[in-house]
């Protein structure tokens, strides 16, 4: 996997990538405290997130040249579309929740600041790892630096900064996501060294991360909040990325595959359908009703997979509209 300056043309493999990934992050809010489905969670849990911000970040290195010197427009572009919606959102959220007008720790502003968890956080986090990669495109223009050490260093001057900025803060829930994030933004910058993609591209290197996984997931718990639990996460997270990265093949015979373009599909909209499925029906309280667990695995993915279909199609009802569009999808 190499990443380039792109040349307008859509990478489906990352389509795709984003697809996987919504439609876990669907399926693993429906198991949240259901009996006997913690190994499928944590196996969710450890990788949803972290690949949907390294395709981001990895097609946003794609199009480094065309956004050359253009970084404030794409910024502008980028700003439009993730901190409308999460402006939008937040609002109707707050507006359900009956605290639209309230102030102090359970208001509107401090849902809009990130001091309270919410379920949109990942818009304005996302933001964050724009800028972040402007910064570093602006940094290495004007260094004239780019080495594998280099890079290392200036990806670590950053994270200290994020750091200071969560202390500096209070450490509101935003920021504290950002500081997160950040790993699965370093990947993509580093991947682009020959000396990391030939690891990356490397049969033995794909195994030992399938391997490591296997030996290391065992002792992660998404519940478990203590700080080594969270490294655990990072771990798993980039071994995942690793396979992934190493599927990366135009010819791989499994695109044909009748459901590759459906998830691609997913992935295309995958915004609309992180915002929009929490409005559907819940159905978990049903998953402890029934007694086997690899039924419920199968229910809970089908279910994710249907639930992406009405959200795809509602959010085309509303982008009718330019205006709705605009303001709730940022497209």
Known sequence: MTAKSGDGMRNSYMDFLKGIAIISVIAGHSLSDIRGMDILFNLIYSFHMPLLFFVSAYIEEQNRAKYAEKEGQMLFRRMSGLLLPYLSWTVIYAAIDGHLWEAGAVGFISDLLGYRS???????????????????????RKTGRDTFVTDLL??????????????????PYIVNMLSYAIPYFFAVILVKHEVIQKLVNSEWITAGAILVYALVFPFFSFYNTHWTTQVLRIGLALCVIVICCRFNDDKGRWRTNRFYPAICVCGQNSLAVYVLHGFLMDYKDYFNMIDSVVIVGIVSVSLALLVAAVCITVAKVIGISPWCRKILFGK
């Open 118 to 140: 919410n379920g949109l956080w990942f818009f304005p986090v996302l933001f964050g790892l724009k800028v972040m990669h402007v910064l570093y495109w602006i940094i290495r």
């Open 154 to 171: 200036l990806l670590g001057g950053l994270e200290i900064v994020i750091v200071l900025l969560a202390v500096l803060t209070r450490q």
